[in-house]
């Protein structure tokens, strides 16, 4: 196990380590096996959330594991929660009932694999091609594949197939299956392909009702699978029925007694934070459907280390299934989830109103603790829980995606990265006298797909220049982690769109708003942001720069540090003198300069160290057939969905955001479930707390403000004299003038898509579409059948 953890230490700057099972013994997984999960094994899975109380330990179990290996996997992470000082989320996850959060982490989706270690199949291969496998692609946000028999008897109507013959993928959508699960099964396929092949295997896709179109991919298909005798089999229901919320909460206290398990009732719903004793161990039960055990800081060594055991023994006492989700947490870091099962909750040392300010939930910045870089490699801990390998000091190279290719960045602009691009920083640093490599992908946020596809590719060329010693780490803009930030040195500069290039021109944007966040030089970037009163926020720093004058803007909420940080970045930005405003005491040109005063995150609750419970966001969809709510985990504005109906908690407020692709009937069932939310909520909300309804496209701050770097302007459509409706693509492509939908242009019929269908369509966002040559663009039109 030292051994082991050493190594998960080592790799802990990644966003997410495995470790598998082999004999009973642990073994780290190569990062290009991530996602892909042996049905016989059972698997740990460390992550590392960036701030106090961050770590995750999730350990997996599939579904032909063996008793031994599951009870292996348990022992494994009691050592690890004690090794990594007791801190630790745990999370019990079993194939095919996996919990939000861990699926979220693979944003491509799961791969379910037949066999295990003993088959001999253990590890992903990059770049063979003799493969044959058939996957069978269910999911709209968090994708499984479960490989299946290699037949026409496993397909279905209602779902996706992903045909894999190793040079070639071909993906066979059912004729009920809906625009998003095709998207998702697209986004697998090409991970597939970059990750395992090395971007060189090819992608068809086959419409299941239309396979006439699609003649030489059902040629391969009918090759590999032989002549299909009969229709394909009607669609099946998901296995797994929805977890509805259980308002009957039962807290008990469970301990051993003379050898025996005994479970003693404490109290029943609505719980109260002072039912927990620091001295013992408890167990919250939502009736079966989730179990929840508390740890407290002074319970004895013994009582600790067997809580897990103990929860297990409890499901099976209870006659539970064995898919029945198990969180273990201690005192201290409870889990959102947890804490909204009592009726108040207050953590140590938090404060109200005006007073000193830290982190503030979903508007706030991550918990900055100040710490000393040279005690990580005495304490390997504190680098795990600040995701730092070492103090930044190491050699930096930068490149850009240039036409496909790598092309180096200028030393001068090392820090500054453009929401048009894509980058490979390779970072080198010394561990015990021998090179180490981390190699982050940094994606923008208007790169396109084949920049995107590109990157991927580049960074397994560099990584076999190294003989496959980096460390990859996929960076999502925005979503930068904390030694990204620091090998920068407090100049890492984020701006929304345009291009490094050296060759290119940026349009002149006027004034540009940046917001600042850090509190030290191993902490901070700026961002930037819309260049309007709605993007201020209250505890952060801004500089808005002007053709004549830069302002240095203080919110209330920010620390002393924070200013000085944000001076320091302010002179790496502009080198205009600088005229700091505080909040409050703003010129008329500074709100001239933003185009007018307006409202933005200003509330007082953004101001306390903690909310008095994390908000919560949920999903509301009845795009399965049937109505259903599921909760996104560490959220952000990418996960609004255009499609569906979003409900935001923030305790004191539900908000409904209701995208403009939602049907009627979503909109109307959001409104019942919000209030059934309220009144079966196990903490006895109050049936009158305000439910706020937003549409896309006109969020006030109040909501925006629980979002970090909020875009007013992600959905808005490019076309002036455009109404706002989205058509069905299938209206639009391969149409005659004559059989468009009324009021549609033929010539701009890439207007009426929504943003997922023209990226999906066209292989770009708008914004970078309208950068390209005319010729390219009526190229990329004919190739999607919009010309």
């Given at each position: ?10 790799r ?5 380590i ?16 991530y ?11 460390l ?11 999730h ?9 031994d290996e599951?009870?292996?996997?348990a022992?494994?992470?009691t050592q690890?929660d004690?090794?990594?000082g007791?801190?630790p ?5 079993v194939?095919g009932?996996e ?19 003993a088959?001999g199949f ?6 063979v ?12 946000k968090?994708?499984?594949?479960t ?11 209602g ?14 959508n ?6 998003r ?5 697209v986004l ?26 699609s003649?030489?991919l ?12 009969g ?12 977890q509805?919320?259980n308002?009957?909460?039962r807290l008990?206290?469970v ?9 003693q ?8 934070q ?9 167990i919250?039960?939502q ?8 740890k407290g800081?002074q ?20 006659n539970?299934p064995s898919?029945?989700s ?5 005192e201290?870091?409870?889990s ?5 099962l009592?009726?108040s909750?207050?953590?140590k040392?938090?404060t ?5 300010t ?7 910045k991550?918990d900055?603790?100040?710490f000393?870089v040279m ?14 390998v ?6 930096v ?10 092309a180096?960045?200028n ?10 691009d894509c ?12 090179q ?8 923008g ?10 990157c991927?590719?580049?960074a ?17 803009m ?6 990204f930030?620091?090998?920068f ?11 490094g290039r050296?060759?290119?021109?940026n ?12 509190n030290?030089e191993?902490?901070t970037k700026?961002t930037?942001?819309?260049a309007?009163?709605?993007s201020?926020?209250t505890?952060d ?11 240095l ?16 970045m ?14 409050g ?38 795009q399965t057939?049937r ?8 959220f952000t ?7 569906d109906?979003m409900?935001l908690?923030?305790w ?5 955001w ?22 079966t ?8 707390t305000p439910?706020?309804f ?6 006030p ?10 875009d ?14 989205f058509?069905?693509p ?5 149409k005659?003038p ?9 010539s ?9 269908d023209f990226?999906?369509?066209?292989g770009?966002?708008r914004?970078?579409?309208?950068r ?8 990329l039109?004919?190739?999607a059948?919009l010309?």
């Open positions: 196990l030292p051994e082991a953890s050493q190594r998960v230490r080592r802990f700057d990644n966003c997410h495995l470790s598998l099972f082999r004999n009973m013994k642990m073994a780290p997984v190569s990062p290009r096996g996602g892909n999960f042996f049905e016989g094994d059972c698997y740990i899975v992550y590392n959330r960036g701030s106090r109380q961050s770590i995750d330990i350990y997996w179990i599939g579904n032909t594991s063996s008793q599951q009870g292996a996997a022992i494994y992470v690890l004690e090794y990594l007791g801190s989320l745990q999370h019990r996850e194939q009932y919990s939000p959060r861990f699926r979220g982490y693979f944003k491509n989706g799961l791969i379910y694999k037949k066999g295990g270690v088959s253990h590890h992903v291969d990059t770049n091609y003799n493969i044959l496998r058939l996957l069978h692609v269910k999911g709209r968090h994708v499984t594949a490989e299946v028999e290699v037949s026409w008897n496993s397909f279905n109507n779902d996706i197939f992903l045909l894999d013959i190793g040079k070639a993928i071909v993906q066979w059912g004729p009920q299956s809906n625009r699960e095709k998207l998702k099964a697998l396929a090409q991970d597939i392909r970059d990750r395992e092949r090395g971007g060189r295997a090819q992608i068809g896709v086959v419409e299941g009702g239309d396979e006439k179109d003649p030489e059902m040629k391969i298909m009918t090759a590999v699978l032989g002549q299909r005798n229709p394909v089999r009607e669609a099946t229901p998901d296995d797994r029925s929805d509805a919320q308002n009957n909460v008990y206290h301990f051993e007694h003379s050898g025996n398990l005994v479970v009732e404490v109290a029943t719903e609505p719980l109260t002072d039912l927990l004793r620091s001295s013992d161990c408890y919250a039960d009736r079966g459907s989730s179990v929840m055990v508390w800081k319970a004895s060594k013994e009582e600790r280390r067997e809580a897990l055991n103990r929860a297990l023994g409890y499901i099976k006492a209870k539970y898919s029945t198990v969180k273990v947490m201690s201290g870091g409870e959102a989830m947890f804490k909204h009592f009726k909750w207050r953590d040392g938090q109200q109103g005006l007073g000193t830290y982190n503030v939930g979903k508007i706030a991550v900055q603790t100040k000393d005690q990580l490699h005495a304490r390997p801990e504190l680098a795990a829980q600040h995701r730092m070492d103090d930044a000091s190491g050699d190279t930068v490149w850009r995606i240039e036409n496909l290719e790598l180096e960045v030393r001068r602009t090392y820090g500054q990265f453009y929401g048009g980058y490979l920083v390779l970072y080198t640093y010394q561990r015990s006298g021998q180490q490599y981390i190699l982050y992908m940094w994606q946020r208007h790169a396109t797909t084949d920049e995107i596809t590109a991927a590719y580049q397994v060329n560099v990584d076999n220049k190294y003989n496959g010693a980096p460390v990859q780490v996929r960076v999502v925005g979503k930068e982690p904390r030694h930030l620091a090998i040195k407090g100049k890492l500069i984020i701006f929304e769109g345009g291009t050296a060759s290119a021109v349009p002149d944007k006027g004034a540009r708003l940046f917001q600042v966040r850090g030290d191993l902490s700026a930037e942001v819309q309007r009163a709605s201020l926020n505890n720093v801004f500089l808005l720069k002007t053709d004549h004058v830069s302002y803007w203080y919110g209330k909420g920010c620390s002393g540090d924070e200013r000085v940080v944000g001076r320091a302010s002179d790496v930005l502009s080198k205009q003198d600088k005229q700091v405003v505080m909040e005491q703003e010129p008329a040109e500074f709100w001239v300069a933003l185009g007018g005063k307006g409202p933005y995150a200003s509330d007082k609750r953004m101001q306390r160290e903690e909310p008095l419970h994390s908000p919560r966001l949920f999903e509301c969809s009845n057939g109505f259903r709510m599921t909760e996104v985990d560490d504005q990418d996960d609004l969905d255009e499609e109906v409900l908690d923030t004191e407020e539900i908000f409904l209701v995208g403009n692709l939602a049907n009627q009937y979503e909109t109307k069932e959001a409104w019942n479930s919000a209030q059934e939310y309220l009144r909520h196990p903490a006895r909300r109050d049936p009158d439910i706020i937003v549409k896309e496209g006109h969020e701050p109040t909501f925006t403000g629980w979002f970090n770097a909020w007013p302007h992600k959905w808005s459509s490019p076309s002036a004299g455009y109404s706002g409706k058509l069905d299938e209206l639009l492509i391969n005659s004559s059989e468009l939908p009324q009021g549609v242009d033929p701009q019929r890439e207007a009426h898509l929504s943003d997922v990226e999906n369509l066209l770009s966002s914004a970078d579409f309208l390209l040559p005319k010729w390219r663009q009526t190229d039109k004919k190739k059948g010309f």
